[in-house]
């Protein structure tokens, strides 16, 4: 299984998950909305989140059949939609995502939250197929998927977002407000994988403590990218939360803390990997590096 | 099983709704995003889609258990979301539901706009708990909730109200707008009912004919109250669809055949619930007659 490189495996599952939602969203909803959902969705970001579904189907031998590829469409939905929302003018009022036009700019205000609103029942439409999904992974990955998004997690990890503005957190709170806003998700990804195989409640566990590890990690890269990129490089504007007061990873911590303590969350993402005495965990590591890695 | 008259019944589903409804929408969400939730479905409303949902369960021998009364919530969730955003500064701006400041107006838009994303999510979440309801039938309402609400069913619906303001719209579309825009999830609350139970085929698609029938007349007298009542007892905004421009059926067909239209309507659904052969749709006529009946 470990045949092709990461990088041509990275690609390989990239242009699956492509093909997929292209065909899952809906160019023919009515009244421009589905090119507005698909220009949300479509042909960017890093997908972080699919692979990590895939990667953690693989490593429990879940990555046959559909599931694991609706999984990944699901959660990256949810993603989007979440970009979306937090885009807007009452959020965080952001006119540059992934080097294009916010979809609020390009299609307005009341179409972005009607699109955002659409992809997260998408994203459970897609988890809930007539046939090529056995019902009972159907209920499972609902479950985890709504719990992942909602109050308990990325939503109720914005609402404290929001309240943090000018705020000074320390270190244990902003733990907590990244760890729904950012970790549930990524979280989710990993147990969502895990669900299309065979994991034994420890590798279960252990996988779950990999997403929690891995999801803090991926937040305080992202603070740190925050500061030390230009906004070409990172695709949206570069500095904002800094600009618009949040508390950041760096700015409780400061930029040298910060990245050591990514990289003492990719020990842990990779201490639960071993853990989990599942056979093979290459995928997963891989990607405990990418996210550490990304040119910090 | 209809030993008690209509009122007591709607009652009795009422008072179970709400303290089913206040014990799963969460106070303890961080941020006051549960304060923003609780307030945005609980006490108010006329709660149709619930009764709907339980009346079609008892139709089919499904309201044992906990699946019927939590699909219930669950719709209500989503029409509940679905008024906080619809609400908001970029769609309609409206001030007053349900006799109350809309949630953005008492919290502010961002928090409005996490409340709405999180009663999404929380509709799914309270379709699948861990013990309870079967798995397949989790599945099963996940997915007619997800189609209900999304780009096919209620978000579409929006996206065509949106773009239809100040267009003449001929019956058929405006039929098409409202088939999605309100009539997918009341027609999805009849059908998640019914799955709570045992529906022949036949009766399935009966009662599918009957959720149409009632989707639509819902919204031709919503349209007739909307000219002809005073906003004290809407409890929301008299006259907006007319000020805002909207097509409406009383726009397009005038008043006395809008009246015409709804009193059709009413004859198709209870038509229809004949033809499903159950043996006791009391509760469903009776909504029938409450559809239309109510104050026009």
Redesign the interface.
Same mark, same amino acid.
Do not use: N
């Given at each position: 299984m470990i045949a092709v490189d990461f990088e041509s495996w990275c690609r390989a599952q990239l242009d699956t998950v492509e093909s997929a939602l292209s065909a899952w969203v809906?160019l023919q %909803?009515?009244?421009?909305? /589905?090119q507005a959902?698909r220009y949300g969705v479509l042909d960017g970001g890093k997908r972080l989140r699919p692979l990590l579904v895939l990667a953690a189907a693989e490593a429990v031998n879940g990555s046959d059949g559909e599931a694991a590829l609706r999984a990944a469409c699901a959660v990256e939905l949810i993603h989007a939609?979440?970009l979306i929302?937090d885009d *807007?003018p009452?959020?965080d009022n952001d006119v540059l995502r992934r080097g294009k036009p916010t979809v609020h700019v390009q299609f307005?205000?009341?179409?972005a *939250? +009607?699109a955002?609103?659409?992809m997260?029942?998408? %994203?459970?439409?897609v +988890?809930?197929p007539?046939q090529g999904v056995p019902?009972?992974l159907?209920? =499972?990955l609902?479950?985890l +998927?709504? =719990?992942s998004? /909602?109050? %308990? /997690?990325m939503?109720?990890?914005? %609402?404290?977002d +929001?309240?943090?503005i000018g705020v000074t957190l320390d270190e244990q709170s902003l733990r907590d407000m990244h760890h =729904?806003k950012t970790g549930a998700l990524l979280q989710g990804s990993v147990l969502m994988g895990a669900a299309c195989g065979q994991a034994s409640p420890a590798a279960w566990l252990a996988l779950a403590d990999y997403g929690d590890a891995i999801g803090l990690a991926f937040q305080v890269v992202d603070d740190i990218l925050d500061v030390t990129q230009a906004s070409e490089t990172l695709g949206k504007t570069a500095g904002k939360d800094q600009h618009a007061n949040k508390p950041t990873y760096v700015s409780v911590l400061g930029l040298d803390a910060a990245r050591q303590h990514a990289r003492e969350l990719r020990e842990k993402a990779l201490a639960a990997l071993s853990r989990s005495h599942l056979p093979d965990v290459q995928r997963l590591t891989d990607l405990a590096n990418k996210v550490v890695d990304r040119d910090c």
């Open positions: 809906p %909803a009515p009244a421009g909305l /589905g959902m939609y979440s929302h *807007m009452c959020m307005g205000e009341a179409q *939250m +009607l955002g609103d659409a997260q029942a998408l %994203a459970f439409e +988890l809930t007539e019902a009972v159907q209920a =499972r609902c479950a +998927l709504a =719990r998004a /909602g109050h %308990a /997690g939503a109720g990890g914005q %609402a404290i +929001l309240a943090s =729904r």
